[in-house]
């Protein structure tokens, strides 16, 4: 059923580009109504959002500026959404950054930014939306949950990565967030669960994929050779969002070609 996510809204944070478009445009091609939002690129968000009103299987689009890791923006953005459309159904937390440093020389600020985006913005945003799944209450025609909240994650949550100490320390927190949420709102009919990517193809690791060395060495961590690609995350999230997944709660789901399964170890890799 490719409307399945038909009558509901979904807000995905960092959807401007990379990973987040993706999830925007797929979840928009489910039939949902999607708010882009963007922290700095206004223009980029509004072509996210063209794509998504220009296509006929898709619902509206709403784009609106807001800073993950502070509170007055996080509130602001579920507070406009709840005006236009009237209520939130799904959270895509997808907002992050990465900003690499040796542990001995990371400055405060380093840590702190990451930490704060990475791990305090999926915190700020999905407190807001359990404060509305709470509040509407459930809407049997729409989705058999009160609501659904995905976490973008990372490999990072399971694999220690030198070098990002930071990133990795956001993405570990997260899972014991993403868990603790599902313990806690599970009885209320809320489904939290996590999206934990491996490489895929954006600005974030740019510097990995554009040069053929960096790319000859990124294919040694993947067992099925490819680099991923935004739409792999988009399909996930979009069915993840939907009933068809309604008993999965609670989990990461690995979209990393097989990152996981710790290639170095394999004796014809
Ligand atoms: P990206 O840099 O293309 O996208 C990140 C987006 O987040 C950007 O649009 C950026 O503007 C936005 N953003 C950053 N700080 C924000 C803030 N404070 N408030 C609102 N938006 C903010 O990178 P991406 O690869 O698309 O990353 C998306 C998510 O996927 C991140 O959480 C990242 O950690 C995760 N991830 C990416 C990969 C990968 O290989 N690309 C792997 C694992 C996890």
Redesign the pocket.
């Known amino acids: 059923n490719n409307k399945r996510l038909e009558n509901q809204t979904c807000i995905v944070?960092?959807?401007?580009?990379?990973?987040?478009?993706a999830i925007a445009k797929a979840l928009g091609c489910g039939g949902a109504n999607v708010v882009v939002?963007?922290?700095?690129?206004k223009a980029?968000a509004e072509e996210v959002a063209h794509w998504i009103d220009n296509n006929a299987d898709c619902g509206e689009a709403l784009v609106l500026k807001?800073?993950?890791?502070?509170e007055e923006?996080v509130k602001n953005l579920f507070k406009k959404t709840i005006d236009h459309f009237g209520t939130v159904d799904v959270l895509v937390a997808?907002?992050?950054?990465?900003i690499d440093h040796k542990l001995h020389e990371m400055p405060l600020e380093a840590w702190k930014k990451v930490i704060?985006?990475?791990l305090t913005?999926q915190f700020l945003c999905a407190k807001e939306a359990i404060i509305e799944f709470l509040r509407r209450g459930m809407r049997p025609d729409v989705s058999k949950s009160l609501g659904k909240i995905i976490h973008?994650?990372?490999?990072?949550e399971e694999i220690p990565w030198a070098g990002h100490s930071n990133?990795a320390a956001s993405?570990g927190g997260l899972l014991l967030l993403m868990e603790s949420i599902c313990q806690e709102y599970a009885s209320s009919k809320i489904r939290c669960n996590s999206i934990?990517?491996?490489?895929?193809?954006?600005?974030?690791?740019k510097e990995v994929w554009s040069s053929k060395e960096g790319m000859e060495q990124l294919l040694k961590l993947i067992p099925y050779k490819r680099i991923?690609v935004?739409d792999d995350?988009g399909k996930v999230a979009s069915w993840l969002a939907s009933d068809e997944s309604e008993y999965i709660n609670g989990t990461s789901i690995f979209v990393d070609g097989g990152m996981t399964c710790y290639p170095g170890f394999s004796s014809n890799g």
Do not use: F, L, M, W
């Not at 944070?13 to 478009?21: F, H, L």
């Open positions: 944070t960092g959807s401007s580009a990379g990973i987040g478009s939002n963007y922290r700095k690129s980029e807001g800073d993950v890791s502070k923006d997808n907002a992050g950054v990465q704060d985006v990475n913005g973008i994650s990372s490999v990072h990133y993405k934990a990517p491996g490489a895929i193809k954006t600005e974030i690791n991923g935004p995350i």
